[in-house]
């Protein structure tokens, strides 16, 4: 068998420390993968002069599966969102952030297990568009939804949860405000879900849904929603099981695709050996997924629930008092 390679982009504030934990983890679990290292975000523009350089984007095309450390867009300066970029670029159509409950984390819930499937190119999220007034007086976005792009994603949920054995896939969106945007949207959820007998299809306006996940989040099994909503709601889910630090998110194109955490470069805890590294492990699971290495992904995953519910070495935000490296120690101690 060929050797996988892997491009890595260790990124800004936490991600190299976390990156570098993941990649000791799937060494020490016999991935046997080879790593191509690459630069994006503020550590890029230092080094290069831009926030992506070029030979970046090439390493990315080139081996098509990427594990991403979190980048920082530098804010009002006229830079754009290098996530954005790089999901429009290589055409990184679906964000799927699944969320599950690990026992001895300080969670509300025990029992969560949601996948949220987010567009992810489309929508008031895509920054089209985006101009101020000369005199600063007005700002302007565009929003665009197609046809295309909600019967792709849709479908992509409604196959995923097929895949996975899931049984109810809910279609959030807010068309009784945004009709001609979230309305194309649920039409096209609702031809969609007409295909998929076998599985309960619900719709929800976005504002209840936020409400519902706080009160009551065990009804949700698949959530399929536009890009800003399905951004906002899975930070949202992630609060259900422990916060940031337990949430991964993968996006999908048709020939490329992306793995990282749903979090972001934590400057407030970044070079203090704090961050919880258990997202982007996460994130690697779903790669080994992706790539059908299921067994090493069991594997793993059962080194972390054993982790996190024994509380041996585990971070702050999981309620220990150890940091990445330790509780990357433990880890590898179990595999
Ligand atoms: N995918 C990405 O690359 C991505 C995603 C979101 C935000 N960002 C960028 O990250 C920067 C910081 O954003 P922010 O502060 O709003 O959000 P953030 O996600 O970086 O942090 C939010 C809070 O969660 C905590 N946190 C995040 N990850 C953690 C972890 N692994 N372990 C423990 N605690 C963790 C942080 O300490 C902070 O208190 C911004 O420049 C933003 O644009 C990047």
Redesign the pocket.
């Known amino acids: 068998m060929t050797q996988q390679t892997i491009t890595v982009i260790p ?4 991600g190299p420390s ?1 990156i570098d934990a993941t990649i000791q983890v799937l060494d020490k679990a016999g991935c046997n993968f080879n790593y191509e290292f690459a630069d994006a ?1 503020l550590t890029a523009l230092e080094n290069h002069g831009e926030l992506v350089p070029q030979e970046t984007m090439d390493l990315i095309e080139k081996n098509k599966i990427t594990l ?6 530098p ?1 009002g300066e006229g830079f754009t ?3 954005v970029t790089l999901r429009k670029q290589f055409k990184l159509y679906a964000n799927l952030r699944p969320v599950l409950s690990f026992k001895g984390t300080k969670a509300r819930y025990d029992n969560i297990d949601i996948l949220t499937v987010r567009e992810n190119t489309q929508g008031m999220y895509s920054g089209a568009g985006q101009v101020v007034s000369d005199d600063g007086t007005q700002a302007e976005a565009m929003s665009i939804i197609t046809r295309e792009g909600a019967e792709k994603i849709l479908t992509f949920a409604y196959e995923t949860a097929r895949k996975e054995g899931r049984k109810k896939v809910t279609a959030v969106h807010k068309a009784n405000i945004l009709k001609s945007t979230s309305g194309l949207f649920l039409k096209v959820a609702r031809e969609v879900a007409a295909r998929y007998p076998e599985i309960e299809s619900t719709e929800m306006i976005v504002d209840n849904c936020c409400m519902q996940l706080v009160m009551n989040p065990e009804q949700f099994d698949v959530i399929v929603t536009t890009n800003l909503f399905g951004d906002i709601l899975s930070d949202l889910c992630a609060g259900l099981v422990g ?3 337990m949430a991964p ?1 993968a996006n999908i194109g048709e020939d490329c695709a992306i793995f ?10 970044a070079g203090k050996n ?6 982007v492990i996460l994130a690697a699971l779903q790669m080994l997924e992706y790539l059908e290495m299921g067994d090493k992904a069991e594997k793993i995953r059962n080194a972390l629930i054993d982790v996190i519910a024994s509380g041996d070495r585990t ?3 999981l309620g220990g008092t150890h940091g990445t490296t330790d509780f990357t120690e433990a880890l590898l101690d179990r595999l």
């Open positions: 990124g800004d504030g936490i976390i975000g991403k450390g979190p980048l920082t867009t804010v969102s290098i996530n916060g940031l630090g998110g990282e955490a749903v979090h972001g470069s934590a400057p407030d805890i704090l961050a919880n590294p258990t997202s971070t702050r935000d």
